[in-house]
């Protein structure tokens, strides 16, 4: 697969979901357009050029620039992991606080992803996470969740 | 003479002493986003928006717009220094200024570099306080029809001129379309694509989606790249450029003044597109072009004269039409709609101090760079000695905390994350994002403007061609269509290519 037939597939993916939801939405008339036109519209034209790039990404000189999918999976760990951890800390983010939460995510990103020894992790983890909360609660008076120990 | 006295009443407005400090703490925020490669000017903002909050609208947008036009400063010194654009405008600043620090020239690099981006800098102010309220007056002609045919120009021009071919940007353009119309329809109060969710009932916000799929996704694809980075050491003695530097430098100044000025108007990657065009037609006037790309001044000084003239520019349809033609002047937008001003035709009479305070202050702001970027640049080299690995837990905090803070809520950070990965996907696959957030955010307006053509011509579609504006702006995007069809059937142009090399 070519880097545009990917794409246009996902265009392809997001006109189908488009055009499948303002279907259902009402289309009043021109004089009054109701507010399933607009997005049916875009819909269409996505369809229509997430198909194109589809075929398009078939002809020959497209065919020479194939992706790379191994090249793509060896490098994915470090944006998968980071994507996890970031994942783990919005759902935990409301009822551990921000400063606990905060001071987990980056010990672990440095630990894990940095690849640091785990004492200069958790030392750099202590002077991010509580300098990041001073700086946003105290200095800049941001709201910042406070969790169950209401820090 | 009233833009004078329009001028002295924005001096007393900036030269108070908070917003000095304010303008101030702007620069030096944009210079250092604009030194590290991974944070631009639009997370920039984003993050120091939650810190307006407690401010009046005038010191705010003094602020955020320190940043923007600071991160054009900023992204030349890792360009120079190590070949890693800050910024993307500054792409083309790597290829002879680079080979300068390599010859031990990266001080005059520099030096031209600032000079270049003051000049830029404070000629495009001239160019925005002269046009911007000439622009407002003939826009507050504009109704739905009129509005909306502006609307197609700029959509056709953000095709047309964003990175890759007019076919590749219109599904980005479209995606960002149809994700602007995710909430509830302003006219009706039908709730479109939210699936029951109340947080999306007011649609998807701006600043997760831009923080995400530039921040986050910017992240993600630069801690798959190695991480060890040579920094060369600039001395303040050598920061003085020869007379024979100086005299070549001129000529580009001016030129990518004008270059930038111009492009800065167009919607999309304005600023890459300025400094690629400035350094193509630099190496087309010299009388040796096959020495651009081994260390000359001139590709130094054209393109980041240009870049900086063209984020000036870029501030008069955002101020005048309530259009932001980039990523970032978006963000701003939406800063001043947190405070309750909407910019637009009526924007520059009815909230003269915020106008007028913010061009006193971007002049102010063009000396601060200055005197920032080149006594004071060792100390902006030392960040980047800041391994990497250290440095992007420290971006993704910025990033979640900045998108938190703007509405207290945990959706908007999935949302972020989603945003993260689609920016990191459509940079593996080489579609440019800027088009998507633009259309999302011009989006409903440019919906808006369709619905209530159609309504007041009781459904008549020959209401965009009554008017001689809308007829001209019709025919204009249909004429751009046409070429970009054309320009996608014929063989590229050498400028095109290497754009497209760049990229």
């Given amino acids: 697969m070519t880097k545009e037939q990917g794409g246009g597939l996902i265009f392809l993916a997001a006109g189908v979901y488009g055009l499948i939801f303002s279907i259902q939405l009402p289309m009043g008339r021109w004089n009054e357009p109701g507010p399933g036109v607009f997005p049916l519209a875009l819909s269409i034209l996505l369809c229509a050029t997430g198909l194109g790039w589809t075929l398009q990404g078939r002809s020959k000189r497209q065919i020479e620039k ?55 992790a958790a030392g750099l983890a202590i002077l991010l996470g509580v300098g990041s909360w001073l700086f946003f609660q105290r200095l800049l008076a941001v709201q910042l969740p406070k969790g169950f120990f209401s820090l | 003479m009233e833009v004078l006295n329009n001028l002295y009443n924005g001096f007393q407005v900036a030269l108070t002493f908070k917003n000095v400090y304010l303008c ?12 590290l490669p ?24 003094i602020m955020l717009a320190g940043i923007y036009y600071g991160a054009m400063y900023g992204g030349s ?8 654009p800050g910024e993307s405008a500054s792409v083309v600043t790597c290829i002879d200024g680079f080979q300068m620090t390599r010859k031990g020239r990266g001080g005059a690099a520099l030096f031209i570099a600032a000079w270049g981006s003051w000049i830029g800098g404070t000629l495009g102010i001239v160019g925005l306080m ?19 045919a502006v609307l197609l120009v700029a959509f056709v021009l953000l095709g047309s001129l964003g990175k890759g071919s007019f076919f590749k ?14 909430g509830m329809d302003p006219l009706t109060g039908a709730m479109r694509f939210t699936h029951g969710i109340r947080e999306l009932f ?16 910017e992240i993600l694809v630069s801690t798959e790249e190695s991480l060890v980075r040579e920094v060369f050491k600039v001395r303040f003695r050598e920061l003085l450029p020869t007379r024979e530097e100086l005299r070549a430098s001129w000529g580009p100044i001016f030129r990518g003044t004008g270059i930038g000025f111009i492009v800065g108007l167009l919607p999309g990657s304005a600023h890459v597109l300025a400094s690629f065009l400035s350094y193509t037609m630099e190496k087309r006037l010299a009388k040796k072009p096959e020495e651009f790309g081994s260390g000359r001044i001139e590709g130094v000084a054209g393109p980041e004269t240009a870049n900086n003239a063209a984020s000036e520019s870029a501030m008069i349809p955002f101020l005048a039409l309530g259009i932001p033609t980039g990523p970032a002047p978006a963000v701003m937008m939406i800063a001043l709609l947190i405070h309750g001003v909407r910019p637009g035709p009526l924007f520059i009479t009815e909230q003269p101090q915020i106008f007028w305070g913010l061009i006193a202050s971007m002049y102010i702001g063009n000396v601060i760079l200055v005197i920032l970027n080149l006594p004071l640049v060792g100390l ?19 990033c979640l905390v900045g998108t938190y803070s703007v509405n207290a809520s945990t959706f908007e950070l999935s949302i972020l994350l989603g945003f993260g990965v689609f920016g990191y996907v459509f940079r593996k696959l080489e579609f440019d994002i800027a088009p998507f957030i633009l259309a999302m955010i011009i989006g409903p307006t440019l919906e808006m403007a369709f619905r209530q053509s159609l309504m007041r011509s009781a459904g008549s579609f020959s209401i965009f061609w009554e008017s001689p504006i809308t007829m001209t702006l019709i025919v204009l995007s249909g004429a751009l269509v046409l070429w970009n069809i054309y320009r996608a059937i014929r063989p590229k142009a050498a400028w095109e290519k290497a754009l497209e090399e760049g990229e």
């Fill in chain 2, 38 to 61: 991974g944070i631009g000017p639009l997370a920039g903002i984003a993050l120091l928006i939650p810190a307006t909050f407690g401010m009046d609208v005038t010191g705010a947008i």
């Fill in chain 1, 66 to 120: 194939r992706f790379n999918w191994q090249e793509f999976l060896e490098k994915l760990a470090t944006p998968l992991k980071i994507g996890a951890l970031t994942l783990a800390y919005i759902l935990v983010l409301d009822r551990v606080g921000y400063l606990l939460t905060s001071l987990l995510y980056v010990f672990v990103l440095f630990w894990w992803v940095s690849r640091y020894k785990l004492w200069i």
């Fill in chain 2, 169 to 182: 940007t219109l599904p980005m353009i479209l995606l960002g379309l149809l994700v602007g119309t995710v």
């Fill in chain 2, 130 to 148: 002269l046009l911007a309220p000439t622009l407002a007056n003939f826009a507050m002609k504009f109704g739905p029809p009129e509005m909306f």
């Fill in chain 2, 202 to 217: 007011d649609g998807i916000g701006f600043i997760p989606v831009a923080m995400g799929a530039f921040g986050i996704g």
């Fill in chain 2, 24 to 35: 101030f703490i702007g620069c030096l925020w944009g210079t250092i986003v604009g030194v």
């Fill in chain 2, 380 to 398: 902006f080299v030392n960040l980047l000695r800041v391994p990497f690995r250290i440095l992007f837990p420290i971006i993704l905090l910025i």
């Fill in chain 2, 77 to 84: 010194t890792t360009s120079i220094l190590m070949n890693i």
